[in-house]
Structures are given as structure tokens and as C-alpha cells.
């Protein structure tokens, strides 16, 4: 019993945090072009067009966040442009020149913006990072992990899944 008590305390913590749809597309509205820093530059992408999305946000400082990182470049291998993906960079002014050079390395292939004034990330409630999000194709929070912890990856990848077919089935039966 007791060791169950932190465990609900994290959980009671992160439900009480999660934000609604129109709470979440403000906090990505206030991600101006001019912060992107890694990525695509024929068009900028948010959150809310129509299909699910992963943000992950985080530091270039430790192991933790590189297999974040690279556990998203995995996931946008295999379900492509069917989800939506973003990464928010959270280190200080004085470290944005690593940056770069750091996403370089880590081969990143979807868009990252930078927020140095964490003014995205404290509206999204972040509490560690690195942090992953899930959003549904309304733009609603789906899921979130404060940390990356090993099989979470495999987790976070199945609620993908399920979010894809629920929306390949709603699509379908509005057609018929």
C-alpha cells in the first residue's frame, strides 16, 4: 500500500495538469515562426490540423533526452505523415548555440522550436523533461509522460495506433 501512494500521487498529478484542445492550441500559437530552429522551412506545422500529433519537449543535457529524441525519429519513421510531430527545445538563452549542432548530431527529422522564456512550456505544464504529449486529431490531450523511461516508447506508439484507427473508424462511419 504505501509504495502504490506515490505512484497515485503522480498519476493524480499529471491528470490534474492536462490541458483541453483550445487550451493546447493556444499554448502552440504562441510558437512564432521566428522560433523554429531545426527543420522543414517550406511550411511550419502545428498542432490542429486534423490528425494526431507527438511534442516532446527538452534539453539537449543528458542521456535521458537523446533517447527521447531518438525515440521520435523511430516513431516518424513508421507512421509518417499520418502523425504529427514537434519538438520543443527548453535550454536557457546561454545554451541555444548547442543546439543545433546537438539536433545535427542526433539526426532529428521532424521541427523544433526553441523556448527559452518557457513561456510555451510553463503553459503546458511541464514538470520534467524530457516530456512527451500525445494529442488526438481534435487537438486534445490523449496522453502524457513527464520522463522517458525505456518501454514507455512501445506504450506511447500503441495509443498511436488505437488514436488512427479510431479516427480511420469515425471517418468511415460518417461516410456511410
Do not use: Y
Not at 520543443?88 to 523556448?115: E, G, Y
Amino acid at each position: 500500500m504505501i509504495k502504490s501512494i506515490p505512484i497515485l500521487l503522480i498519476v493524480l498529478l499529471i491528470a490534474g495538469l492536462t490541458a483541453s484542445a483550445q487550451d493546447l492550441r493556444s499554448c502552440f500559437a504562441k510558437l512564432s515562426d521566428n522560433d523554429k530552429i531545426w527543420g522543414d522551412s517550406t511550411e511550419i506545422k502545428r498542432p490542429g490540423d486534423g490528425r494526431p500529433w507527438v511534442i516532446v519537449v527538452f534539453k539537449t543535457c543528458c542521456a535521458t533526452n537523446i533517447r527521447a529524441v531518438r525515440w521520435m525519429n523511430d516513431t516518424q519513421k513508421i507512421f509518417g505523415d499520418s502523425v504529427g510531430f514537434l519538438g520543443i527545445n527548453s535550454d536557457m538563452a546561454r545554451s541555444l548555440s548547442k543546439v543545433r549542432p546537438w539536433l545535427s548530431a542526433n539526426k532529428v527529422t521532424f521541427s523544433v522550436f526553441q523556448d527559452p522564456s518557457h513561456e510555451v512550456i510553463n503553459a503546458l505544464h511541464i514538470i520534467a523533461v524530457p516530456s512527451i504529449i500525445v494529442l488526438n486529431a481534435a487537438g486534445g490531450e490523449d496522453f502524457r509522460s513527464a520522463g522517458f523511461f525505456g518501454g514507455r516508447g512501445d506504450v506511447i506508439q500503441e495509443k498511436l495506433r488505437k488514436l488512427l484507427a479510431s479516427e480511420t473508424g469515425s471517418r468511415g462511419s460518417a461516410e456511410k
